[in-house]
């Protein structure tokens, strides 16, 4: 069972960026396919992007693609989500997650994050 830790959420204005980082524990962190989702106040949790295990394959949802980047970096088991030209409506508690495919199902995912509070403000 891999261990998910989230970082590098905050207070930005519309238009800024931010980087979001989860750390995650065990050897076997480079063999699992990652995503992140998100969840708004009063939502029900999204999917936002997704990595292969070898970060040669990506997916958004349309309403980040063009702005958001998922990326890994597999030695330091970590997977990073840059955020760029933030709306409010990014405003969300964000999820990391680890699956044992290549997918945006929430059900297939075997691990979570805690998550960490992103606010955009306008």
């Known amino acids: 069972q891999v261990q998910l830790v989230e970082s590098g959420g905050g207070l930005v204005q519309a238009g800024g960026s931010l980087r979001l980082s989860c750390a995650a524990s065990?050897?076997?962190?480079?063999?699992?396919?990652m995503a992140w989702f998100r969840q708004a106040p009063g939502k029900e949790r999204e999917f936002v992007a997704a990595?292969?295990?070898?970060?040669?394959?990506?997916y958004y949802a349309d309403s980040v693609k063009g702005r958001f980047t998922i990326s890994r970096d597999n030695a330091k088991r970590t997977v990073y989500l840059q955020m760029n030209s933030l709306k409010p409506e990014d405003t969300a508690v964000y999820y990391c997650?680890?699956?044992?495919?290549?997918?945006?199902?929430?059900?297939?995912?075997?691990?979570w994050g805690q998550g960490t509070h992103v606010t955009v403000s306008s």
């Open positions: 997650a680890a699956s044992d495919s290549f997918t945006t199902a929430q059900a297939l995912m075997r691990s």
């Open positions: 065990g050897r076997t962190f480079s063999t699992y396919p």
């Open positions: 990595s292969n295990w070898a970060d040669t394959s990506t």
